[in-house]
């Protein structure tokens, strides 16, 4: 059985990479969806285990501790992280996982599985995601201005990850992340190592 | 205007290159489907211009040293090649083309465009692929079997290749294909340059 693929989503601040992941997985259910675990409070509609898990700065360290988080960071004063048993379990199962995280843990996830597949969803434009920031509503000012300016950094960082996908409509992105997904299970790697074990039955049997 | 993308599409003799690339055209019509110019007789129900430009021996000589031909290539006592300007117009143009080529003919084309997308269409297996070959029944029997000693040959140049599509069935085999296109217009490096202007523009503007 071959090896799951790992694919992280990830993008700047306010791109929208919640709802785009909520569309994904009920069009492709047989994806298994990492949850991550964090320390910001639930916002409206989300629920633990779901969206997140959400934990306690005290439970989170714990976490960190006993390195049971694939990747952790800060971000606008919360903590986030990936539970990395779950990610290697599903791999090694043959079945894809999908992480949808921020910039700064997709990078250092980049460090540890340098096979996975890394895709970048990005504004239409810098000014509609401008817009999309503040039009979210949930924050301070102070909180907003925040996250403008790590998002304009964070779109710096396109040049580390593998594609790039516009979420100018929702369902357009989905099926941009679902053709990575087929075209990456086509990748000639993945089939070398069959390949060459039937060319050698077929030298060995003299039967070509 | 960004650049077309080419891919060319090949395989071993009797995998069904024909046969896919004609649901394919179909399926995707604005994908622009470049003509081989050959000089093996038509096979029934192939037509002059669409399935091939037929040549004469003579002609296509001409064809070779007027340097009219991107890649041509001898291939059981015919030859076939790619018309240089309708690929080089195409891509210009912005517009993607897609080659169906024999595997000389498409290492050929790599050393001309690297950048080219390069998809290798894989029979299920071995014994699928020598069923195929004795089972289109239009060529000799010396014919066959110097086709399934070329064939299996070809298949060890898969390494060549970046991805590997089996036809186990076509529309599904045609489905990886259209993944694979969408797919590589999501490279990063194709929006690297405009986001760059972007971010520049923001910075001038300090308006973020």
Known sequence: M?????????GPSGVGKGTVCGVLRRKLPELIYSVSATTRSPREG??????YFFKTREQFHHM??????????????NYYGTPRDFVEKTLSEGKDIILEIEVQGALKVREKFSEGVFIFLMPPSLNELKQRIVGRGTESQATIDHRLSVAVEEMN?????DYAVV???IDQACNRISSIITAEHCKRERFLGELFQQLETVKTADNV
């Open 2 to 10: 071959s090896r799951g693929i790992l694919f992280v989503l990830s």
């Open 167 to 169: 979420n100018d409509e």
């Open 64 to 77: 960190i501790e006993t390195d049971a988080l694939l990747e952790h960071a800060e971000y606008v004063g």
């Open 157 to 161: 960082l396109l040049h580390h990850y």
């Open 46 to 51: 989300e629920q633990d285990g779901v969206n």
